[in-house]
């Protein structure tokens, strides 16, 4: 499987499917992506991105499902703590501590909670965090579903920063961390080798920044 960061909280896992997660990235379009599968953490615009024009089967929570589905969206709904297979990939959706509504919608369009998504495909399995704050049961995510990679949130102010998400590496134990979410904007500015030198020195997890666009090869 190959997975690309391709900025912000989008990422694109590249095997027997392609999986879309989180469809924004500032200033650009990700229709190029052509995925089979787009699955959305939460209802933030800079996480719902294009995920109505992109028109693809989507993953989502109950309630953002079911405004996807008014849409004309085909949907694949579920709730946090259960997995769906959907064309042989594997979705389990994890808690998020985070709030969450539809902001294309208007103002106060309930979307349910914020998410994060475990996804197993080809062997491989990857977490993608949402946006959250740190929380202890990220223990319960590592033990029970050894995901081989992590996407932990660093920019800080509306999520983790580099303090907390070194403490969620430590709990999920993924051999890989990759850090997401920051950059974007001034307000949620931090610095990745500062997280890599931080997180590599004292533990044996591995840290891989990546550049917005830039891939990188898991598993078999
Ligand atoms: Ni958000
Ligand atoms: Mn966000």
Known sequence: MQ??????????????????????IEGGSVQGTN???????????????????????TVAIT???RYLKAKGLTVESLNIGGTIIVDGVSFTMTAAVH?????????????????GFVIGMDGVKVY????????SDMKLIGELYHPDIALLPI??????????????AN?????????IHYNTWDRIT?????????IERTTDIKVQVLKPGESMQTGS
Request: include cysteine; proline fraction near 5%; glycine fraction near 12%.
């Open 3 to 24: 997975l690309t960061w391709l900025g912000h909280s989008c990422v694109l896992l590249t095997g027997s499917k392609k999986v879309l997660i989180d469809p924004f």
């Open 35 to 57: 995925p089979d599968i787009v699955a959305v953490t939460h209802g933030h615009a800079d996480h719902m991105g294009e995920t109505v024009a992109l028109n693809r089967k």
């Open 99 to 115: 709030s969450s509504a539809i902001e294309e919608a208007g103002p106060g369009f309930s979307a349910g909670a914020a998410a």
């Open 171 to 179: 709990f999920i134990g993924a051999k890989t961390v990759i850090p």
């Open 190 to 198: 931090a610095d990745p080798q500062q997280f890599k030198r931080a």
């Open 63 to 65: 309630e953002i499902a």
């Open 155 to 168: 920019g800080g102010r509306f999520t983790m920063g580099i303090a907390e998400a070194m403490m969620a």
């Open 128 to 135: 993608h965090a949402g946006d959250t704050a740190l929380f």
